[in-house]
């Protein structure tokens, strides 16, 4: 079988945009460019691949009977994670084939949550102190919400009860690190005594939520979150969190403390290895996934990375509209019963 006659799926952060004689393939970051005397035709089919298909089938259908020409743009978009073979995870023969096909789906899903306009924001520079601000104490319910989800990963664990050690500790490591963000908001003048108190916008309670929902179901809804968490979509270091880091204090220096706390627990990240996650070692050391389960898993990849694309618009949208900062108010409901 060639590259041409698999399934794929297109991520929707891609444009596939026609010229005479040429093809631009781009999305946020990335462009490739394929030289054909049939460039209408074949951006139809790559367009086409928004839907579930088979490239080969798609160029039939356009009148073209050669497929050798699609195959770069194929493998650039494959190597790029901007394309899924739907097919590659049913079709490993072996655990490390498995763990590899599902970490690339992983990527898959993951990347459109960093090709949103709040990212191009905040790179820029151009968010406001309540957009900054927002995030951070946003940020800080998720991360504290450990304390909620993480606990029923671990009852939960019901199949492979040799993997709820790893699952424990993963929570003992990830427990306090609320009190990180709750440290460097306090540093940029912040209650952080409103902030525990003020509820989260219902776009992070509802991801909240959902981690909640598949702690309950079992280890493999539950370990499948992390994927998307821990993707793997570019190689981290301290040397990268630096600079990266460097760069947002600079863009936005009355957030110093709290860019302080977001590379502090990145930087725990890396040293305890939680890019290596435990999803993984389900893969390598669970039978291999039936074709329930895999879909199983595509699921949930998907619900996560679009839950955490509704957190980060709900972010750019509601603290976008303040005019200045304050963490929201609880409700108080003395005087209403």
Not at 130 to 140: P, R
Request: charged share 20%; net charge negative.
């Amino acid at each position: 079988m060639t590259i041409t006659q698999r399934r794929y799926l297109l991520s929707p952060i891609c444009r596939a945009l026609p010229a005479d004689t040429s093809v631009l393939i781009s999305c946020r970051e990335e462009e490739i460019l394929l030289e054909s005397l049939l460039a209408p035709q074949i951006a139809a089919v790559i367009q086409a691949l928004r839907q579930p298909g088979c490239p080969a089938e798609l160029l039939t259908q356009q009148g073209i009977h050669t497929s050798q020409l699609l195959e770069p743009a194929l493998q650039a978009l494959l190597e790029s994670d901007l394309l899924l073979d739907l097919e590659r995870a049913a079709a490993a023969a072996s655990h490390a084939e498995l763990a590899a096909a599902l970490q690339a789906e992983a990527r898959f899903w993951a990347k459109p949550i960093f090709e949103q306009p709040f990212w191009d924001s905040v790179l820029s520079g151009a968010c406001s102190p309540s957009q900054i601000l927002g995030w951070g104490v946003e940020f800080y319910h998720f991360v504290d919400a450990a304390n909620d989800y993480m606990p029923l990963g671990v009852a939960h664990t019901r199949e492979m009860r040799q993997l709820r050690n790893p699952i424990a500790s993963h929570y003992v490591e990830e427990m306090s690190h609320g009190g990180i963000f709750l440290e460097g908001l306090a540093r940029c003048h912040l209650d952080p005594a409103s902030i525990q108190a003020a509820p989260p916008l219902p776009h992070t309670r509802a991801l909240i939520n959902q981690l909640v929902e598949y702690a309950y179901e079992g280890e493999l809804a539950y370990t499948a979150s992390f994927a998307i968490m821990q993707p793997g979509l570019a190689p981290q270091s301290l040397a990268v969190l630096d600079e990266f880091y460097s760069r947002l204090r600079a863009c936005y220096p009355y957030a110093a403390g709290m860019f302080d706390a977001f590379q502090r627990h990145a930087s725990l990240d890396v040293a305890l290895g939680h890019d290596s996650t435990v999803f993984m070692r389900l893969c390598r050391e669970a039978p291999l996934l039936s074709p329930v389960q895999l879909r199983r898993v595509r699921s949930v990849m998907r619900g996560v990375a679009e839950s955490f694309i509704l957190f980060f618009e709900g972010i750019f949208s509601y603290y976008g509209h303040a005019e200045g900062f304050a963490p929201r108010r609880a409700l108080q409901l003395e005087g209403l019963l």
